[in-house]
């Protein structure tokens, strides 16, 4: 693909905050929010559904994890862990592999646990940071020079790829 005249690769490479073909224009967080309304939307209409869902796979990893932090702040993965029975068993979860480096998710799960694990509170706190996701989205947008119209797109484009509401689910 060249990059001539009128061009997007031309005009991003002479700009790089331009993505979008326009300038960047200033617009405040409540103009942003504005715009994230529908794609915000579109979030809390596809995830409702699922707020009093049961815990599933490796949820219960990050509810010990956030039970771990309240005992101590510091070492979130650092506790006996037996998993998939008497096969599986390490002691400290940071050993786990892959889910032993994520110690993020229990300290989101922190209320939760302190509210006596309700799954509500847990999948409540998913649509909050999706929301927020969304409202970063459009700001991301914005930011490259997207008019408003393609920002609100940008939050529906999110919401709309299927990992996206899957993983907050």
């Not at 529908?38 to 994890?65: E, R, W």
């Not at 408003?148 to 919401?159: E, K, T, Y």
Request: proline fraction near 7%.
């Amino acid at each position: 693909v060249e990059s001539g005249e009128g061009s997007l690769i031309g005009h991003a490479s002479e700009n790089p905050s331009v993505i979008c073909g326009g300038e960047s224009k200033k617009v405040g967080m409540a103009g942003a929010a504005k715009l994230a309304i529908p794609a915000i939307l579109l979030t809390v209409v596809c995830l409702l559904p699922y707020l009093n869902k049961a815990y599933t796979i490796d949820d219960p990893l990050f509810l010990l994890s956030a039970h771990q932090i309240l005992k101590n702040p510091l070492q979130p993965m650092s506790y006996p862990l037996c998993w998939m029975g008497d096969d599986t068993c390490i002691k400290s979860a940071a050993n786990l592999g892959p889910l032993g480096s994520q110690p993020l998710m229990g300290y989101l799960l922190v209320p939760v646990v302190l509210a006596g694990g309700a799954e509500w509170i847990a999948h409540t706190i998913q649509v909050l940071l999706a929301c927020i996701a969304v409202l970063a989205m459009v700001r991301l947008a914005l930011r490259f020079g997207c008019d408003q119209i393609q920002a609100a797109m940008a939050g529906l484009m999110l919401v709309a790829i299927p990992p996206f509401l899957s993983m907050a689910s």
